[in-house]
T-cell receptor, first 106, second 114 residues
């Protein structure tokens, strides 16, 4: 089956810093989603992005489907950005990556 | 509130017992998916139902079963529980069987087996 890898596994930032999270997938997918899992365990949809670039406030995402990767950019990070970020490849069901754990300190 | 309701939020039970987790999909969604998030296995797809019928099966153990009822709510039954079944169980829903219009996740049920 399809493999989804994320890097880095862990990221520690000071408030205000920018970061880039990467997601590689091993096969063609219908779509690609990014999620944020907050410290309380809730999974929150960030982006639904099969290709191209989307922006939502301080977050943006780019998927290059032909090269099988997606990037999530977080700018001017805040402590509330802490948590785990997952990408998931959509192959009629979601196959999740292993996540990037982000900690933002004041 | 995402519109997907999972109950209970927390469950503590003993090994060997059986539990039922419930999921009500977002209004209008016909498809329900179950996922298990454990420390060692990450987020794994278990099973999908669409309009009452099983549509896809993932890494679901034989001790686990699910169904989707005529009112579209779904239940995940876990039996002969083991310590390793402790995990966060998520339900997600989508309008169509292939998730073309996106997925909405519930807040999960945290199961602890002692």
């Amino acid at each position: 089956g399809i493999q989804v890898e994320q890097s880095p596994p862990d990221l520690i930032l000071q408030e205000g810093a920018n970061s880039t999270l990467r997601c590689n997938f091993s096969d063609s997918v219908n779509n690609l989603q990014w999620f944020h899992q907050n410290p309380w365990g809730q999974l929150i949809n960030l982006f639904y992005i099969p290709s191209g670039t989307k922006q939502n406030g301080r977050l943006s995402a780019t998927t290059v489907a032909t090269e099988r990767y997606s990037l999530l950019y977080i700018s001017s990070s805040q402590t509330t950005d802490s948590g785990v970020y997952f990408c998931a490849a959509d192959t009629d069901k979601l196959i999740f990556g292993t996540g990037t754990r982000l900690q933002v300190f004041p | 509130d995402s519109g997907v309701t999972q109950t209970p939020k927390h469950l503590i039970t003993a090994t060997g017992q059986r539990v039922t987790l419930r999921c009500s999909p977002r209004s209008g969604d016909l498809s329900v998916y179950w996922y298990q998030q454990s420390l060692d296995q990450g987020l794994q797809f278990l099973i999908q139902y669409y309009n009452g019928e099983e549509r896809a099966k993932g890494n679901i153990l034989e001790r686990f079963s699910a169904q989707q009822f005529p009112d579209l709510h779904s239940e995940l039954n876990l039996s002969s529980l083991e310590l390793g079944d402790s995990a966060l169980y998520f339900c997600a829903s989508s309008l169509d069987p292939t998730g073309d219009y996106g997925y909405t996740f519930g807040s999960g049920t945290r199961l602890t087996v002692v």
